[in-house]
């Protein structure tokens, strides 16, 4: 009998622990510090900003530590966060936090759109990977159809959805940052608004745009299917 039994966490395990830990750390920990530790009797406006802003900082910097590799992604929610602190407690206008969340997403949408006169489209990168797809397998099924090129315009029909899943994130976040913050900067009040504002900010942003990026993966896998003749599931890699 082989009691050989591995300790090493499996992909799934591991996938689970990173959501929970950005979950906790970007937003569930921040939101709770500061709805409830920004009074004076606590911790105070400007301490429970930078006490917020330690826990996605500390595991943004930990992340990159962590996968040994730098992750344009992580950085640019790291720059977010410090940008968001350094608005905060400068006690600037609101109408800085809103530019800022706009900015953010519009920029990722903007290198959506000029990576498809590139050789390194985002929407290959990120969704038509090598790790998620067999290219030589998917490859060789298009040149069998004379595919190929169409199959390109289909992905850059993709992209633009992404990318407007991207500005239609930039547009929430200005809206919903316009809305919220309406107190003084420095205030308690502006500390707790900040609060609501970063737990809101998933369900209201999140959803929607994650409804797009969906539909650009269904539409995507749906091509591959009638421009190859086979199930895109065959051109899936399998997990190791």
């Known amino acids: 009998m082989n009691n050989d039994v591995s300790t090493k966490p499996s992909k799934k395990q591991s996938q689970n622990g990173g959501f929970l830990g950005n979950l906790a750390f970007n937003i569930v920990i921040p939101v709770l510090i500061l709805t409830n530790l920004s009074g004076e009797d606590y911790l105070g406006?400007?301490?429970?900003?930078?006490?917020?802003?330690?826990f996605p900082i500390g595991f943004g910097l930990w992340d990159l530590k962590k996968s040994g590799k730098?992750?344009?992604?992580?950085?640019l929610g790291i720059v977010s966060v410090?940008?968001?602190g350094g608005i905060t407690l400068l006690k600037l206008p609101a109408e800085y936090i809103a530019i800022k969340e706009a900015a953010?997403?519009?920029?990722?949408?903007?290198?959506?759109?000029?990576?498809?006169?590139?050789?390194?489209?985002?929407?290959?990168?990120?969704?038509?990977?090598?790790n998620v797809?067999?290219?030589?397998?998917?490859?060789?099924?298009?040149?069998?159809?004379?595919?190929?090129?169409?199959?390109e315009r289909k992905i850059t029909i993709s992209s633009y959805i992404v990318a407007a899943s991207f500005f239609l994130s930039s547009v929430l976040n200005y809206v919903l940052a316009k809305v919220i913050l309406v107190s003084e900067p420095g205030t308690t009040a502006y500390a707790e608004e900040l609060g609501r504002m970063t737990a809101l900010s998933y369900p209201i942003i999140m959803i929607p745009?994650?409804?797009?990026?969906?539909?650009?993966?269904?539409?995507?896998?749906?091509?591959?299917?009638?421009?190859t003749g086979e199930d895109f599931f065959s051109f899936l890699r399998e997990e190791s």
């Open 70 to 75: 730098v992750n344009g992604y992580s950085v």
């Open 45 to 54: 406006p400007a301490w429970s900003v930078v006490c917020a802003l330690i």
């Open 133 to 151: 797809i067999d290219w030589p397998a998917l490859s060789q099924a298009l040149e069998n159809n004379d595919n190929t090129k169409l199959f």
């Open 104 to 130: 953010i997403p519009a920029i990722l949408g903007i290198a959506v759109l000029v990576s498809q006169y590139t050789h390194k489209s985002l929407v290959k990168l990120l969704i038509l990977n090598d």
């Open 209 to 227: 745009s994650l409804i797009m990026l969906f539909a650009a993966l269904a539409y995507l896998f749906t091509q591959m299917k009638r421009l």
């Open 82 to 84: 410090f940008l968001t």
